[in-house]
């Protein structure tokens, strides 16, 4: 199992930028793919971005291609979300995930970051 810890949400205003990590720890030799998820108040939680762990390939939603940037440090085992240009509407809980297949669902999960956007 790998445990996933998100920090540096926060409130930020419209055209702002955040930058979320996420601390991955446990069986992370284990882990293929990480990525971002997001779950606005009333919706459904949506994809943002993923990212391979070994080899660094991106992959974005496309509500944020352009705006946002997914990164991993391989040495720190950690991933980013760069956030730039941000709108009320990117207003959510982040959350982080870890696979340990190309496909199917994501494995492990962490507790979210909140993020607000002013207008």
């Known amino acids: 199992q790998v445990q996933l810890v998100e920090s540096g949400g926060g409130l930020v205003q419209a055209g702002g930028s955040l930058r979320l990590s996420c601390a991955a720890s446990?069986?992370?030799?284990?882990?293929?793919?990480m990525g971002w998820f997001r779950q606005a108040p009333g919706k459904e939680r949506e994809f943002v971005a993923t990212?391979?762990?070994?080899?660094?390939?991106?992959y974005y939603a496309d509500s944020v291609k352009g705006r946002f940037t997914i990164s991993r440090d391989y040495a720190k085992i950690t991933m980013y979300l760069q956030m730039n240009s941000l709108k009320p509407e990117d207003t959510a809980v982040y959350y982080c995930?870890?696979?340990?297949?190309?496909?199917?669902?994501?494995?492990?999960w962490g507790q979210g970051t909140q993020v607000t956007v002013s207008s």
């Open positions: 990212i391979t762990w070994s080899g660094g390939s991106t």
């Open positions: 446990g069986r992370t030799s284990s882990m293929k793919h």
């Open positions: 995930a870890a696979k340990r297949e190309n496909r199917g669902a994501y494995d492990d």
